[in-house]
């Protein structure tokens, strides 16, 4: 069966330090990746998806970037942490464009 | 791209009552989906429903999908305390990745 995994499950992080989430994927090959960020009682907002290693597209312009430098590894990045980074981090991954299965979560708090 | 929107924001009801979440949206779709997150947790794809279908039954989840109207409709019945969470619509409308509303919290109070 397929697993899905985040870490870490918490992080708190100064503003204007760096950040890396990673997220990988068991038990299938070549999934679509996707990052989500949840604020507090809101929707996700889709922050990067990815078909194929290599193959990132931004949905939002911001600090943050992402890369897949393996087929089920998908890590998201900042070099530099504003307040307003703060907030749920969700990673799933698909088979196709249909049925999302997502990871536990990374919730990040930003002093 | 367009996302669903559900109705209501959120809903309380008493435990063995039966909830309905509605989610309207505007452009053609492939099928639309719902999910559920407990709080502080990923979500958990719950049902998925084509543009062909008008109803889709699983276990206590019933929805309907109205292609005319472009809505559509999870009700959960004989509603448990455990049902407590936050349901989303998500919808595919071609070859992009899905678009989640912002959900509906439903509180079941025991």
């Known amino acids: 069966s397929q697993t899905i995994h985040q870490w870490p499950a918490t992080l708190v992080q100064p503003v204007g330090s760096p950040l890396s989430l990673e997220c990988t994927v068991e038990?299938?090959?070549?999934?679509?990746l996707y990052w989500y960020r949840q604020a507090a009682g809101r929707g996700l907002q889709l922050l990067f998806y990815?078909?194929?290693?290599?193959?990132i597209s931004s949905e939002v312009p911001q600090n943050l970037s992402a890369s897949r430098p393996q087929d089920r590894q998908f890590i998201l990045s900042s070099k530099k942490l504003l307040l307003s980074d703060s907030g749920f981090y969700l990673c799933?991954?698909?088979?196709?464009?249909?049925?999302?299965?997502f990871g536990p979560g990374t919730r990040l708090l930003v002093l | 791209s367009q996302q669903g929107e559900e109705d209501p924001q959120a809903l309380s009801i008493q435990e063995g009552e039966n909830a309905t979440m509605n989610c309207s949206y505007k452009t053609s779709i492939n099928n639309l989906q719902w999910y559920r997150q407990n709080s502080g947790r990923g979500l958990v794809h719950l049902i998925l429903?084509?543009?062909?279908?008008r109803e889709k039954h699983s276990g206590r989840l019933r929805v309907t999908l109205d292609t005319s109207k472009k809505s559509s409709s999870l009700l959960i019945t004989a509603s448990r305390a455990a049902d407590t969470a936050s349901y989303f619509c998500a919808l595919n409308s071609g070859n992009t990745p899905l678009v989640f509303g912002k959900g509906t919290r439903l509180s079941v109070i025991a």
């Open positions: 799933a991954w698909s088979r196709n464009q249909e049925t999302q299965y």
């Open positions: 038990g299938t090959s070549n999934p679509n």
């Open positions: 429903i084509r543009s062909n279908e």
């Open positions: 990815s078909v194929g290693i290599g193959q």
